[in-house]
């Protein structure tokens, strides 16, 4: 999985029958402190996640392992919502004062 | 998935038998604040019908073969959906059909 930031959402009515119905999310990859640094992806939301919000992106066929996207055209799904990141001992983000 | 533009399309008669009949559209990746293309290119199988200069967003590597058009064929880039409005930071950057005043 990668960390991203979530900075927007994605409108989109016509869409391949196979992902109506889902929350499309646009995330931009960020470093371990929550701050965005990368790429941006349109994911799949599968845990309601917020703007400014650090989440785990999965992707790729993993991204059709869940109960909504199984077999279905995906390939990026926010998993989880991040809390806390921890690195070399020391908290380097933490969900409130990180946003 | 990941944001693009419809900049053209890609004909090929002499292809993969299996791939036969399907529409090819050139998309080339932009960046969803600007809007600007990133001059990164692809040619993806359409699976919604976009047209030129509309922006959708693709799947690919195994999930580009998830839909009713690309199923058990060689295809790793599906366009899935035609993007109506892209919001960032709470601002509308993208409106499909949006009247652009200059």
Do not use: H
Not at chain 1, 1 to 7: E, F, G, P, R, S
Not at chain 1, 22 to 43: I, Q, S, W
Not at chain 2, 12 to 19: D, H, V
Not at chain 2, 49 to 64: L, M, N, P, Q, T
């Amino acid at each position: 999985m990668i960390l991203a930031k979530v900075v927007g959402t994605v409108v989109a009515s016509q869409k391949n029958d196979g992902i109506a119905g889902g929350k499309y999310l646009l995330v931009r990859t960020c470093d371990t402190r929550g701050r965005e640094k990368g790429e941006y992806l349109v994911a799949l939301d599968l845990v309601g996640s917020g703007r400014g919000e650090v989440v785990l992106i999965s992707q790729g066929s993993s991204a059709r392992q869940t109960e909504f996207t199984y077999q279905k055209a995906i390939d990026c799904v926010i998993v989880g919502i991040v809390d806390r990141i921890e690195e070399n001992g020391q908290v380097v983000f933490r969900k409130e004062e990180g946003r | 998935m990941i944001l693009a533009r419809v900049v053209g399309t890609v004909v090929s008669t002499r292809k993969e038998e299996k791939i036969k009949g399907i529409k090819f559209l050139l998309l080339e990746k932009i960046d969803p604040v600007t809007l600007q293309g990133k001059g990164d290119y692809l040619v993806a199988m359409d699976c919604v019908g976009a047209g030129k200069g509309e922006i959708v967003f693709y799947v690919s590597g195994s999930s580009a073969r998830m839909t009713a058009i690309t199923e058990g064929k060689p295809s790793d880039a599906a366009i899935v959906a035609i993007v109506d409005a892209i919001e960032v930071d709470g601002k509308v950057v993208y409106q499909k059909d949006a009247v652009v005043t200059t």
